[in-house]
């Protein structure tokens, strides 16, 4: 059986773990933005990339929470 490889350098586990929150930024911002197309709610250009492009995880997850109850998404900001 394998294991996965530990990296050992401290530059080495800086990258790696920017590496995975970039992944979770990604993937959250994909969930928002399929919630407001799966509700039917429009998403403008501008709107779909402000969420995209945002790094803070947790802002990303208060707009999963807001995706599943606002009429636009418009609202996701307010």
């Given at each position: 059986?394998?294991?996965?490889?530990?990296?050992?350098?401290?530059?080495?586990?800086?990258?790696?773990?920017?590496?995975?929150?970039?992944?979770?930024?990604?993937?959250?911002?994909?969930?928002?933005?399929?919630?407001?197309?799966?509700?039917?709610?429009?998403?403008?250009?501008?709107?779909?990339?402000?969420?995209s492009r945002c790094a803070d995880v947790?802002?990303?997850?208060?707009?999963?929470?807001?995706?599943?109850?606002?009429?636009?998404?418009?609202?996701?900001?307010?």
């Open positions: 059986m394998t294991t996965g490889y530990e990296y050992q350098s401290d530059f080495a586990r800086k990258y790696v773990d920017e590496g995975r929150a970039e992944g979770r930024a990604s993937e959250a911002a994909r969930i928002v933005l399929t919630v407001l197309d799966a509700r039917g709610i429009s998403v403008s250009d501008e709107i779909r990339t402000r969420v947790d802002q990303l997850e208060t707009w999963v929470r807001r995706a599943v109850s606002v009429g636009t998404a418009d609202e996701l900001f307010d």
